[in-house]
């Protein structure tokens, strides 16, 4: 796991000097996430540098320094992530008569370029990956991400010049960079608390997962602007979940779930392997217990296990942590923090996730980082379950008819909702229509706790059915808000079809809406939220993080599956449960979901309340131009007195705010007059 960084100029106006200095420059951004080797290869004559800041886990010598130049001289290469099947690449390639310097799977992917080509090589790989490659004889630059987007990075053309990083700060640190804030991008990250594609900078490209792309030297209409760079799937998670349905599993329930604990046994296994100290994290939930579980039944000795433990009881899993590890007698180690430690890290969030990013789980998850840190390397973690084995509650609510009370700015009854939304359903569209306005003006206008009811019912009656209501849940400011300034909301961009293209592939019964969601979170909030979260969190204090549960072969096998096997009623994850119970007895991990969060609402009211305050200063939003304060204040103002939680919505404009705060003189485009 490392951080790689680099520049094509083809005018190639710099000298070797200066491309050295200017690539060391932006490397030196990503510090962090490789501490241990730095590398730097440039070739004036073509306007190329590569630069790499290495955190060493595998083949720890200097035959795995980076750069790395195939044996044949073709290609250099820097690789961010690890190939977890690289030893049988390395088999296979030997056989075609390959030799190797070192142990590395750098050598192997480089090799294999030479002996099968990129793409080719990309798709017998099991792993996670972001790579850039030089073509020194075709003179081209070709970008790589893996299947399901764990690795990030980042591309721009400015001019004459292409930048391209693991992080957008290290893009920064060039001179021809600009910092243009895309518009249509804060629109997306208020309504989702994260950016599902791209980069909150105008004309700077997240690479989609499982895609590639080519940008040569000698190619005229790219680089005067005329054409955008083409990426190309070398994996498609639409593709393979259609050719899974297209073949389903046949075999019995309990005959499956043996094959998924054999396969998830190896991919489990695979990640295992590494030349430095190895942990994982252990919620003591479903994901993370049979991670370990599987983890612990191919060790030899006990497991290194990291929990954080919280004062607040509602976001405390430690006790249930603990139970799990004392069952399969792991290494384990849970430190409690008090909410000041854990507020500390509020300072250093617009600095460690480089773009806004407000999923409040963010602190946990960067302090159980910081925790392993201290005693691994490397750490396995259980993202992924809920997304590819339909563990959300999100997946039943909408089905149900509700609105999550997440998004209603406190709970509600849930027989008050179901009865609401029969008559709602009752009413003729014209009038559903004309009572969701009404409701949510006077929601607007209403300073008293009613409020969040009247936008409730706003909600209910403008009903469109269960995709509505997923969307809505899955949603913060929603569009009625009119809360971002400089672009009309009809403007921005939607995520939208992803839902109606499964849609129109599944059909509308309830499993195959649910299968539908689960597409949408796995191209959308999958990358975007939860993957982007743990490697910043992570690679922030220089720890490697692999996750096993989104290996691409088991992401084949659950598409293949019935939803029934995985959903049961209302309860998902149905064969994992099966499976972790051979390790570990049900009693210790049938208990509601907690989550992995912090008390942000009350925090707000109290020990953040200033900090907040000058961050959503009227006059400071009016000034910076992005946001209309009107609704913005309404809602600070409720949620201040109690009336209403609107912690959700205002973290987003906060982690927004601080962000901007951190940036120096960004220039803005979208604007309008």
């Known amino acids: 796991m490392c951080g790689l960084t680099g520049i094509l100029n083809v005018a190639c106006d710099q000298t070797a000097d200066q491309l050295q200095t200017l690539a060391s420059r932006m490397a030196d951004r990503l510090h962090h996430r490789g501490p241990d080797d730095t590398g730097i290869w440039y070739q004036p004559a073509n306007g190329i540098a590569l630069a790499f800041k290495r955190l060493s886990i595998v083949d720890l010598t200097p035959t795995g320094h980076q750069p790395m130049s195939s044996s044949d001289g073709r290609f250099v290469i820097v690789f961010n992530g690890e190939i977890y099947n690289h030893q049988d690449l390395r088999s296979e390639l030997t056989a075609l008569g390959r030799s190797f310097r070192g142990r590395s799977d750098t050598e192997v992917l480089i090799e294999g370029f030479t002996a099968w080509g990129i793409e080719s090589t990309l798709q017998r790989s099991i792993g996670m990956f972001a790579i850039a490659v030089w073509d020194l004889q075709q003179r081209e630059l070709t970008l790589a991400r893996d299947r399901l987007g764990k690795k990030p990075l980042y591309y721009g053309r400015f001019g004459s010049t292409l930048l391209f990083a693991s992080e957008t700060k290290a893009l920064r640190a060039h001179p021809a960079f600009q910092a243009e804030i895309d518009r249509r991008q804060v629109g997306e990250f208020l309504k989702y608390s994260y950016l599902p594609h791209g980069s909150?900078?105008?004309?700077?490209?997240?690479?989609?997962?499982?895609?590639?792309?080519?940008?040569?030297?000698?190619?005229?209409?790219?680089?005067?602007?005329?054409?955008?760079?083409?990426?190309?799937?070398?994996?498609?998670?639409?593709?393979?979940?259609?050719?899974?349905?297209?073949?389903?599993?046949?075999?019995?329930?309990?005959?499956?779930?043996?094959?998924?604990?054999?396969?998830?046994?190896?991919?489990?296994?695979?990640?295992?392997?590494?030349?430095?100290?190895?942990?994982?994290?252990?919620?003591?939930?479903?994901?993370?217990?049979?991670?370990?579980?599987?983890?612990?039944?191919?060790?030899?000795?006990?497991?290194?296990?990291?929990?954080?433990?919280?004062?607040?009881?509602?976001?405390?899993?430690?006790?249930?942590?603990?139970?799990?590890?004392?069952?399969?007698?792991t290494e384990h180690t849970e430190l409690y923090v008090t909410s000041r430690v854990a507020r500390d890290v509020i300072p250093r969030l617009p600095t460690l996730f480089d773009e806004p990013f407000a999923d409040s789980s963010?602190?946990?998850?960067?302090?159980?980082?910081?925790?392993?840190?201290?005693?691994?390397?490397?750490?396995?973690?259980?993202?992924?379950?809920?997304?590819?084995?339909?563990?959300?509650?999100?997946?039943?609510?909408?089905?149900?008819?509700?609105?999550?009370?997440?998004?209603?700015?406190?709970?509600l009854m849930?027989?008050?909702?179901?009865?609401?939304?029969?008559?709602?359903?009752?009413?003729?569209?014209?009038?559903?229509?004309?009572?969701?306005?009404?409701?949510?003006?006077?929601?607007?206008?209403?300073?008293?706790?009613?409020a969040r009811m009247f936008s409730f019912a706003g909600d209910l009656?403008?009903?469109?059915?269960?995709?509505?209501?997923?969307?809505?849940?899955?949603?913060?400011?929603?569009?009625?808000?009119?809360v971002q300034l400089g672009i009309p909301m009809s403007d921005r961009h939607r995520i939208v079809h992803d839902i109606a293209f499964w849609r129109s592939q599944l059909g509308s019964q309830p499993a195959a809406l649910q299968q539908a969601w689960q597409a949408f979170d796995t191209v959308n909030y999958l990358p975007g939220d939860i993957l982007t979260k743990v490697d910043r969190a992570s690679m922030g204090v220089s720890l490697e993080c692999r996750a096993p549960l989104l290996d691409h072969r088991v992401v084949d096998f659950a598409w293949s599956l019935p939803q029934v096997f995985k959903v049961e009623g209302r309860t998902g994850k149905r064969i994992l449960r099966t499976v972790l119970s051979k390790y570990v007895p049900s009693e210790l991990f049938e208990r509601p979901k907690v989550g992995?969060?912090?008390?942000?609402?009350?925090?707000?009211?109290?020990?953040?309340?200033?900090?907040?305050?000058?961050?959503?200063?009227?006059?400071?939003?009016?000034?910076?131009?992005?946001f209309n304060p009107v609704p913005i204040r309404r809602k600070w103002a409720q949620h201040r007195s109690g009336q209403a939680d609107w912690h959700y919505q205002l973290w987003d404009v906060l982690m927004f705010q601080a962000w901007l705060a951190e940036q120096t003189r960004p220039r803005v485009s979208g604007m309008r007059d």
């Not at 602190?363 to 959300?392: C, K, M, N, W």
């Not at 969060?597 to 939003?621: C, F, M, N, Q, T």
């Open 200 to 329: 909150i900078y105008q004309d700077v490209h997240s690479l989609e997962p499982g895609c590639l792309t080519a940008i040569r030297f000698d190619d005229d209409r790219y680089w005067s602007g005329q054409a955008a760079a083409i990426e190309t799937p070398y994996w498609s998670f639409t593709d393979a979940a259609k050719s899974a349905l297209d073949r389903p599993c046949t075999v019995p329930y309990q005959q499956a779930s043996e094959q998924l604990d054999a396969l998830l046994t190896d991919a489990v296994g695979r990640r295992m392997l590494a030349d430095v100290p190895l942990g994982a994290f252990l919620s003591g939930g479903i994901d993370s217990s049979l991670v370990v579980s599987l983890m612990q039944k191919q060790s030899s000795r006990p497991i290194k296990t990291f929990t954080i433990g919280f004062e607040e009881e509602a976001y405390n899993e430690a006790p249930y942590a603990k139970q799990v590890a004392e069952h399969l007698r």
């Open 461 to 482: 009656f403008s009903d469109l059915g269960p995709h509505y209501r997923y969307l809505r849940n899955m949603s913060h400011w929603h569009d009625d808000e009119a």
């Open 362 to 411: 963010q602190i946990p998850t960067f302090l159980v980082s910081q925790l392993a840190r201290q005693h691994v390397t490397v750490a396995l973690s259980g993202d992924g379950g809920d997304e590819v084995f339909s563990g959300y509650r999100r997946y039943f609510d909408a089905l149900d008819g509700f609105f999550t009370p997440d998004q209603l700015g406190g709970p």
């Open 596 to 626: 992995f969060g912090v008390p942000i609402d009350a925090w707000l009211r109290g020990p953040l309340k200033e900090w907040a305050e000058d961050l959503l200063d009227e006059s400071r939003l009016r000034r910076e131009g992005f």
């Open 414 to 450: 849930g027989d008050f909702t179901s009865r609401l939304a029969r008559i709602s359903r009752s009413l003729p569209s014209p009038v559903r229509r004309t009572i969701s306005s009404l409701s949510r003006l006077i929601g607007q206008i209403s300073p008293r706790r009613d």
